[in-house]
Structures are given as C-alpha cells and as structure tokens.
C-alpha cells in the first residue's frame, strides 16, 4: 500500500478509530509506555502515532520539562491526538503531519531520543527493516526501542470472518490488509508475529536487553465495537470501493457470520517488545 493511499484510508477511520482506543489501541500504548520505563524529562519520538494511544501516556510520563514528538501521515487521526491532549493539559507533546522515513531530529533534542515508540505501526512502513534501521538511529546510545505488534493468531477468526463476506461482493478482487488472502505469507507482519521472531528481528535491527511481554486481550465483539474496528483500522480499505447500501449489508452479514461460528470475541492479543540501542 503507497504513503498516500495508506495516509487516505487511516483519515477516513478517524471518526471510527478513537472508538476503539479504550479496548484496543489504549491498553497497549499503556503497556508500551511502562515497558519503555520512562523517566521525568525524557524526549520520546512516537511514530504512526494516530490519535495519541502510546504518545499521550508517553507525555504523561516524561511529564513537563519531557518531550513527545507525535507523528504519523494520516493529519485526521493527528487533529484528534491534538484535542485529546489539550483537554488533559499535555503541553509537551507534539502531534506532526510527516513521513517517518524522512524525519530528522529537531536541535531540540540534543545526541538523540531517549526513546522511541511505534504501536501497531513497523508492519505499515515501506521497506520495514530499513526504515526501523533509521528510525532507531534517531535514539541517543543506551536509549530505549519500543515496539507493539499482533502476537500470531489475533484478530485472525474476525478477519478471516470479515473477508469472507467481502469476497462474497466482489470475488476474485485483490482485497489487501495483514490478514487478507492477497500476499498473507508475505506481509511483513509474518517476519515480527511471535515472541521469538520479534525478538530475533529486533536483535538484526542491533538492540540488546531485548524483552518481549505478551499483552492479552479478549475484547467481546458487540455489535458496535465490531463495526467500529472495522471502520476504525486497516480493514476498513477493503471497503472503500462500496456503497452506502452493500456496506451495511456487508455489516449485516458479517454479523451473522461471526455469530454462526462462534466468534463472541475478538482476540487483541498485542506483543509488547523493547530493547536498548547499544552504547
């Protein structure tokens, strides 16, 4: 998926995505936050930050004398994090509009980052390896990687669900997303999906004290929530050449659907990794 299209199908999620963040998004920006172990004063780099679910808690910790710099290519979902952070008085956190595999660290933050974060997110980088690889640059030796990821196996009933009945309306389409049939085995989400490949990924990408904690997450899938997380994440682009009418038909079928299997829950369980960039 190209920066533009990725930018355009997350802007459309934004009246959706914040919807999920209590179940889904929040918990693990929350875990990744504490994993990162951050400190008073600390400058963090928090990238495809969304609405704010790991760099508002992030802001929370290194408090006001700290730093959070916010980014991510969907502006939407950034304007939601800006609101989310001035009704909680979070003045030391920046939400910018810009493309992780050019930014530069501001003179501001002086030797490095402290620590950068990036939930739900590595998957979606172009060329993940080499991207990471600059990312993790931008921190200061001894500084702190954090990353969450889907473990294997979650959200996998609910999206093969889903798939299914989008095929049912246009088959033979190349309905793309981690786990559509288009290219499964090669979504680069396969090479990060369980503790020990995550861990030996980061160990290539040169971090040390390498900790890999398992977040469970069993969200009930209502009615509301699983519209919401269609609409509100990457499913939602398999959609976006529907009509008002074939969606919610589409909404209503796959409703029945999770119902006749069995589904009355969606797994959410998120890898939460750190590690430390070498002195």
């Not at 500084?143 to 049912?168: L, M, N, P, Q, S």
């Not at 290539?204 to 209502?222: E, F, H, M, W, Y």
Request: glycine residues 10%; aromatic residues 10%.
């Amino acid at each position: 998926m190209s920066d533009s299209r990725l930018a355009s199908t997350f802007n459309s999620t934004s009246e959706y995505f914040d919807f999920v963040t209590p179940l889904v998004w929040g918990p693990a920006g929350q875990s990744l936050a504490f994993a990162l172990e951050l400190a008073a004063g600390e400058s963090v780099l928090d990238v495809c930050a969304g609405t704010g679910a790991s760099a508002l808690p992030a802001a929370a910790a290194v408090g006001p004398y700290g730093v959070v710099h916010a980014i991510d290519l969907a502006d939407d979902l950034l304007e939601v994090g800006r609101l989310k952070a001035t009704e909680s008085a979070l003045r030391n956190v920046e939400f910018v509009c810009a493309d992780a595999t050019e930014w530069e660290s501001p003179s501001s933050v002086s030797g490095g980052y402290d620590a950068l974060s990036c939930s739900y997110g590595i998957f979606f980088l172009p060329d993940m390896e080499v991207s990471f690889s600059r990312l993790v640059g931008l921190v200061r030796p001894g500084g702190r990687v954090g990353v969450t990821v889907w473990r294997k196996g979650a959200v996998e009933a609910f999206g093969g669900a889903f798939f299914d009945v989008v095929e049912r309306h246009a088959p033979g389409d190349a309905h793309t997303g981690l786990l559509s049939r288009k290219n499964y085995d090669s979504n680069p989400i396969r090479r990060v999906e369980t503790e020990e490949t995550l861990r030996a990924w980061l160990a290539d990408q040169g971090l040390k004290n390498i900790q890999v904690r398992v977040l469970s997450n069993q969200v009930p899938a209502t009615e509301d929530f699983i519209w919401n997380f269609v609409l509100g994440s990457g499913f939602r682009g398999a959609l976006q050449s529907f009509d008002d009418n074939t969606c919610a038909e589409i909404r209503r079928e796959f409703s029945e659907l999770l119902t006749s299997r069995g589904i009355d829950s969606v797994d959410a369980t998120t890898l939460v990794a750190t590690g430390v960039r070498p002195s």
